[in-house]
């Protein structure tokens, strides 16, 4: 039966409001130089706070930290590299970084590692630190923690941090806030930007990894989709190995490589990305995988390079790994094309039968949500052609 997270457990620690991470209390333990890599392995504790009454302490078994990551110094010889963007040099300087220290964990939100199974679709969802209001949005709508269908919906954000100074700081204080009333962050200690994406998703695999390997899906996106969840869940359904399979789905990428033009936010030169090609992808709005696929990803991850364009990072992966992405109708990270000029295009009808559509206003999120659980929403009269 479904374990997780009903009120009132067990006993007095799972009352405990925890808000994990914050305040880490120093190092208490073992140190793990490995010769080349460096990495030292700090056990921290984290200060849980219980709403009633004063913090407590207490170890938590598996939380990191990690050393800064020093910039490789060395990439500033790769020839061309004086003519390259400062947002590139950046990211080639700190790419070979894949540890930060975790701001804000939750590592009970699956029921822990075992109690993961009784998870059967996990959102992840990528959001930095200053969109509150898109998260709260979705809290209220789609990503709404349910038993849908016989079965259980949770939800996470995965987050960095925000510039630097009174901002940064700022910004924390509002997660951890938020954290205190939902428990659905996770954040580490990394700057929150379009080029490590593929960072937060590595680090998010890894997490999971740890706490929550027996999930069965995941929806992984952006926090500016519609998700048409409950339709989720139906399709998923139909798999009869609940997650066990390779599954990999969304809007399908492909026979496309690198953009090489200078002023696009895509922009990839060759001193980050050799190859003309990329592998087929699924575009990073928004795609569903199994626990298994999520897993093989993970363990491929470790020997690919960083590539800042996360969902061909994606891509790579799934090709090291023997595996294909595959297209689904229901998923459009291009959004909704809408024929007629005249129709409403946040028509519920549009959206009736899609999974996921890329780029929607958080203002239209409550009443397209809405209308859509409303059983006498009529849509015999609307034009198909979408
Ligand atoms: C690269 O640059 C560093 C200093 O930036 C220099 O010490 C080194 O000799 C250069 N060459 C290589 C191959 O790293
Ligand atoms: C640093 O950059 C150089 C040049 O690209 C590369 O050969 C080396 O492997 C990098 N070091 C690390 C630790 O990634
Ligand atoms: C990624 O995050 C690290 C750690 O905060 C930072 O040093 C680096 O500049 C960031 N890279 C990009 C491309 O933003
Ligand atoms: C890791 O990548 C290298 C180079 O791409 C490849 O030769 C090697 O077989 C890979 N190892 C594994 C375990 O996949």
């Known amino acids: 039966m479904f374990r997780l997270h009903t ?46 009454t004063k913090p407590v302490t207490r170890l938590h078994k598996y939380k990191y930290s990690w050393p800064k990551c020093q910039r490789n110094t060395s990439v500033a010889n790769i020839s061309g590299f004086d003519s390259l963007p400062g947002h590139i040099k950046d990211f080639l300087y700190y790419r070979h970084c894949r540890h930060f220290p975790m701001l804000l964990d939750l590592p009970d939100k699956c029921g822990g590692p075992e109690g993961s199974a009784d998870v059967f679709l996990l959102l992840v969802i990528k959001s930095s630190p200053g969109n509150y209001d898109r998260r709260e949005v979705l809290r209220n709508t789609w990503a709404k923690e349910r038993l849908q269908n016989g079965v259980w919906i949770r939800r996470i954000f995965i987050s960095g941090t925000h510039d630097s100074g009174f901002e940064k700081i700022r910004l924390n204080r509002l997660l951890e806030f938020e954290q205190r009333k ?25 997490w999971m990894e740890r706490n929550c390997p027996h999930v069965h899906y995941l ?22 190995e609940g997650g066990r399979k390779h599954l990999f789905a969304g809007h399908l990428i492909q026979y496309v490589g690198p ?16 190859p003309e090609k990329y592998p087929p992808y699924c575009g990073g709005g928004g795609f569903l995988l199994s626990g298994y696929t999520a897993r093989i990803i993970y ?3 470790h020997n690919i390079t960083i ?16 595996l294909r992405p595959e297209s689904h109708p229901g998923v459009r990270t291009a959004g909704l094309y809408v024929i007629d000029k005249e129709a409403d295009r946040y028509d519920p009808c549009y959206f009736r039968e899609m999974l996921l559509v890329h780029r929607f206003l958080s203002v239209h999120m409550y009443v397209m949500w809405n209308s859509l659980q409303d059983p006498n929403l009529d849509c015999t009269n609307y034009y198909k052609g979408h």
Request: charged share 20%.
């Open 7 to 52: 009120n009132g457990t067990q006993n007095k620690v799972a009352t405990v409001t925890v808000l994990a991470a914050l305040v880490v209390v120093v190092y208490v333990g073992f140190s793990q130089n490995t010769s080349n890599s460096k990495i030292t392995f700090h056990q921290v504790n984290v200060r849980e706070f219980d709403t009633k």
């Open 182 to 206: 939902h428990k659905d962050i996770l954040q580490w200690d990394f700057h929150d930007s379009f080029f490590n994406l593929t960072l937060k998703q590595i680090l998010f695999l890894e």
């Open 219 to 240: 929806l992984n996106g952006d926090d500016d989709v519609f998700a048409n969840t409950n339709n989720m869940v139906v399709y998923l359904q139909n798999f009869k």
């Open 259 to 274: 953009i090489r033009e200078k002023w696009s936010k895509y922009y990839v030169p060759v001193q980050v990305h050799e």
């Open 299 to 301: 363990k491929m991850s």
């Open 307 to 322: 590539l800042p364009i996360d969902d061909v990072y994606m891509g790579l992966c799934l090709q090291q790994g023997g």
